[in-house]
């Protein structure tokens, strides 16, 4: 591979809000990430947090477990990576988890039980364990 | 009449529901995905729910969060725009299964007519003329010469199995078929393991005109004046006009005949485009798009009627306001000019990023359809059209300066357009006499760089 095409890529990749392009075939290609976005996102001028925010991935209803299960979410709670911190029900009444992705305490909560949720809503704050 | 309706879609589509939402006295609901918090649907829907990811697999696209967006809402009805789930039957169906409305035809219909090969079915069912052809692959023993000859050349050998010219033959003559016919069936058993071909007649010059046509639950179905949608590029439509340069009031009656035909005889509901080519005075059937298409503001314009609201209410179970007499009514020549940010200079690549400023045009016949705005950032995941630019006017010649003026007035910086590509085609003098075909762009040379040493 020429290292002129992988600049017109990356000159290309620039004018876009494009952050990482992978390509590959028959086994070979390049990956390329740019510095840019995420130095915007950090020069901001807020000081990086200690804490860890977990979003909602799916659209549904918020509920602190599955239907039988005891709640195991509560603020000041120490949690174990990949416990489930609650559930998501979609319409169909699929339940989905919403699980730690790290150890450590909860130090907020920011959803209720029965409230509805979209893509990306902030529902927990985790304090890593040191 | 629904209270709330759900768009699943983005864009300029988005845009379009929310406003005819907006004069119908219903309230709004839009999704998105991440990668389009920015966009202008979001903000002028009355409600708004993320649904997902950049990637439409995991937003647009998923059925199941699009479902729960609009049972958390209240939303009573979806509309799905175009693309994404707009022609997916699965979705329809699952919209009634929850008790809300999918703004489009039932699945049944889309189901019949959905398919290249099942909508080709039905149209023969209903005497609608097709590319002529055999039905289904050459089959051993049959008098090939023969079966040729009646079709009449020049002919296509296409292989069944495949796609993207791979098997595919143009013969011109009778002793030309045994050796391509046999050539194309090996080139189709080694690029997709099944050497089966069919033969078609070859259209040379063909022009796409397209009918649009609404029908209601009752039964009753109009069409309305045709479009042109000609000027493609690599199948992409890139100019839609209405009326065709190239058709006869008679024609237009046959045409408009045979898509109300076909409607009636597939069951089909709600607004739907039944698309043709056309040559030398004869068309032929080619797909049912089964939902209202991108182009759909030309008809509005040439009609006088509106669509979208015209398909929400035909979907609330409303009956057609008029009939095939005031459906035909032709009130003005209008074209359609999809703004892509692309570079046409460098084989339209699309070009994602900030728009740093918008001007757009105005005035008399002018219509700009668009989700964009200045500072909007175009996100790299979805298609690349930023704006449709429709004009009006009494007459072709008028509505081709008109468009010159407007495309003149249209001003983006911060990224490529194909702007300057719509300017030279209407400009082009074979555009302005109105006779080509689908290879207009490649026999004009448009795209064809000025400065060879560039």
């Given at each position: 591979m020429d290292t002129e095409h992988i600049r017109a890529v990356l000159t290309w990749m620039k004018t876009t809000d494009l952050v990482e392009a992978v390509y590959k075939k028959s086994g070979v290609g390049f990956a390329l990430s740019t510095t840019d976005a995420p130095a915007a996102i950090a020069g901001a001028g807020m000081p990086a947090s200690r804490f860890v925010p977990v979003a909602s991935e799916n659209v549904g209803v918020f509920q602190w477990a599955e239907p039988g299960k005891a709640r195991r979410a509560e603020e000041g709670v120490e949690v174990a990576a990949g416990d489930a911190l609650a559930v998501i029900v979609s319409g169909s009444g699929a339940a989905k988890r919403v699980k730690a992705p790290c150890a450590g305490r909860i130090a907020k909560i920011f959803a209720d039980a029965g409230e509805a949720v979209e893509y990306g809503r902030p529902l927990f704050l985790l304090e890593p364990r040191p | 009449m629904f209270k709330k309706i759900l768009i699943a879609n983005r864009s300029e589509i988005?845009?379009?529901?929310?406003?005819?939402?907006?004069?119908?006295?219903?309230?709004?609901?839009?999704?998105?995905?991440?990668?389009?918090?920015?966009?202008?649907?979001?903000?002028?829907?009355?409600?708004?729910?993320?649904?997902?990811?950049?990637?439409?697999?995991?937003?647009?696209?998923?059925?199941?969060?699009?479902?729960?967006?609009?049972?958390?809402?209240?939303?009573?009805?979806?509309?799905?725009?175009?693309?994404?789930?707009?022609?997916?039957?699965?979705?329809?169906?699952?919209?009634?299964?929850?008790?809300?409305?999918?703004?489009?035809?039932?699945?049944?219909?889309?189901?019949?007519?959905?398919?290249?090969?099942?909508?080709?079915?039905?149209?023969?069912?209903?005497?609608?003329?097709?590319?002529?052809?055999?039905?289904?692959?050459?089959?051993?023993?049959?008098?090939?010469?023969?079966v040729a000859a009646d079709i009449g050349y020049p002919v296509l050998i296409k292989a069944s199995a495949g796609g993207g010219g791979k098997g595919m033959r143009v013969v011109r003559q009778a002793s030309e078929l045994k050796p391509q016919l046999e050539a194309a069936a090996a080139e189709a058993k080694a690029a997709f393991g099944d050497g089966s071909v069919f033969i078609e007649k070859l259209l040379e010059r063909p022009r796409h005109v397209e009918i649009q046509i609404a029908a209601d639950k009752h039964g009753e179905v109009v069409a309305f004046p045709e479009r042109d949608c000609t000027v493609q590029r690599r199948h992409q439509k890139l100019v839609e006009e209405s009326p065709s340069p190239a058709l006869t009031p008679d024609i237009r009656r046959d045409m408009q005949a045979a898509a109300v035909r076909l409607a009636k005889s597939a069951g089909y509901q709600n607004v739907g485009t039944v698309e043709f080519l056309y040559q030398d005075g004869k068309f032929y059937f080619i797909e049912v798009n089964a939902r209202l298409q991108v182009e759909h503001p030309v008809t509005e314009a040439?009609?006088?009627?509106?669509?979208?609201?015209?398909?929400?209410?035909?979907?609330?179970?409303?009956?057609?306001?008029?009939?095939?007499?005031?459906?035909?009514?032709?009130?003005?020549?209008?074209?359609?000019?999809?703004?892509?940010?692309?570079?046409?200079?460098?084989?339209?690549?699309?070009?994602?990023?900030?728009?740093?400023?918008?001007?757009?045009?105005?005035?008399?016949?002018?219509?700009?359809?668009?989700?964009?705005?200045?500072?909007?950032?175009?996100?790299?995941?979805?298609?690349?059209?930023?704006?449709?630019?429709i004009v009006s006017a009494a007459d072709r010649p008028t509505a081709l300066r008109r468009a010159l003026r407007a495309l003149g007035e249209l001003k983006v910086r911060g990224v490529k357009t194909t702007a300057g590509l719509h300017a030279k085609i209407v400009a082009h003098p074979v555009f302005m006499a109105g006779d080509f075909d689908t290879h207009f762009i490649e026999k004009t040379k448009l795209l064809d760089k000025e400065d060879a040493h560039g």
């Open positions: - | 988005a845009v379009r529901v929310i406003r005819a939402c907006r004069e119908m006295g219903i309230k709004s609901v839009a999704v998105y995905s991440d990668a389009d918090r920015e966009s202008r649907h979001i903000s002028m829907a009355d409600e708004a729910v993320c649904i997902g990811p950049g990637p439409s697999k995991l937003s647009y696209l998923d059925q199941e969060a699009v479902l729960t967006a609009a049972q958390m809402t209240g939303a009573d009805a979806i509309h799905p725009g175009y693309g994404f789930l707009s022609e997916n039957a699965d979705f329809a169906e699952a919209c009634a299964k929850r008790g809300i409305v999918f703004i489009g035809p039932p699945p049944e219909a889309s189901r019949k007519l959905g398919f290249k090969s099942a909508g080709k079915a039905v149209a023969i069912a209903a005497n609608v003329p097709v590319v002529p052809g055999t039905q289904g692959d050459v089959e051993a023993g049959v008098d090939i010469a023969r040439v009609a006088g009627v509106d669509l979208m609201e015209l398909m929400i209410r035909i979907a609330a179970g409303e009956r057609l306001p008029f009939g095939q007499e005031r459906a035909s009514e032709i009130r003005c020549h209008a074209i359609e000019h999809r703004i892509n940010a692309e570079d046409p200079d460098n084989n339209f690549m699309p070009c994602p990023g900030r728009i740093e400023e918008l001007e757009l045009p105005g005035g008399a016949g002018v219509r700009v359809d668009t989700h964009a705005y200045p500072g909007y950032t175009i996100p790299s995941y979805y298609d690349s059209m930023i704006a449709k630019l």
